[in-house]
């Protein structure tokens, strides 16, 4: 499942793939590809809207 996130540190917006077989409640570390830094990446499914709530914030600052 596609979705956007948008990077703790610069704003950018970037893509990433979800995958539904990992669950409802999900953690992984993208790095930005503007400007490389690490961003963890907290997905929780939502079953009203059928697509994960994304949030972020940045690996090396928490």
């Given at each position: 499942?596609?979705?956007?996130?948008?990077?703790?540190?610069?704003?950018?917006?970037?893509?990433?793939?979800?995958?539904?077989?990992?669950?409802?409640?999900q953690e992984f570390v993208e790095d930005c590809p503007v400007c490389c830094r690490p961003n963890v990446i907290?997905?929780?499914?939502?079953?009203?809207?059928?697509?994960?709530?994304?949030?972020?914030?940045?690996?090396?600052?928490?």
């Amino acid at each position: 499942m596609e979705q956007t996130w948008q990077c703790a540190c610069c704003g950018e917006e970037n893509e990433t793939f979800i995958d539904p077989q990992g669950g409802d409640n999900q953690e992984f570390v993208e790095d930005c590809p503007v400007c490389c830094r690490p961003n963890v990446i907290t997905a929780r499914y939502n079953p009203h809207a059928q697509r994960y709530d994304l949030s972020t914030y940045q690996e090396d600052v928490g």
